[in-house]
């Protein structure tokens, strides 16, 4: 029988991450607007969904990894895009109950903005005031 469980990811700060003395990864903090990293591990079949769509929506456009029939472990990648708390929960698809559960809670960020873009990666934007097409 698997043994699935949450694994912080690396590119994520260790402070974000809450540990049990036994070690088990209970608890994550992250802020609005940022994506976050988990790693199932051993949880091939398994799919991973938040109970707070408000909070972090299970779309596959900001909850990537959800899903995997092969692989053991993964990545799973996710966007807050409102501050509160809520749960991701591991399930089988078999029984109603999560296999396990990792709480999320998205902190404000001070002096926010309203953002309609954001971006994954680098960006550029070159401005000047001899471009010969607008943009």
Not at 112 to 125: E, I, P, Q, W, Y
């Amino acid at each position: 029988m698997p043994d699935p469980k949450f694994a912080p990811h690396q590119s994520i700060p260790r402070a974000q991450y809450l540990f049990l003395e036994s070690g088990w990864l209970w608890k994550m903090n992250v802020k609005v607007d940022a994506y976050s990293k988990i790693v199932l591990k051993d949880a091939a079949g398994l799919k991973i969904q938040s109970r707070g769509m408000h909070i972090i929506p299970n779309s596959p456009e900001v909850f990537k990894g959800a899903t995997s029939n092969s692989s053991a472990d993964r990545t799973v990648e996710f966007l807050a895009i409102s501050d509160g708390v809520t749960m991701l929960d591991v399930t089988d698809g078999v029984k109603p109950e999560p296999v396990m559960s990792l709480q999320v809670e998205v902190m404000p960020v001070p002096n926010r903005k309203l953002n309609l873009v954001t971006f994954t990666g680098d960006s550029l934007a070159l401005n000047s005031p001899d471009t010969p097409v607008p943009y």
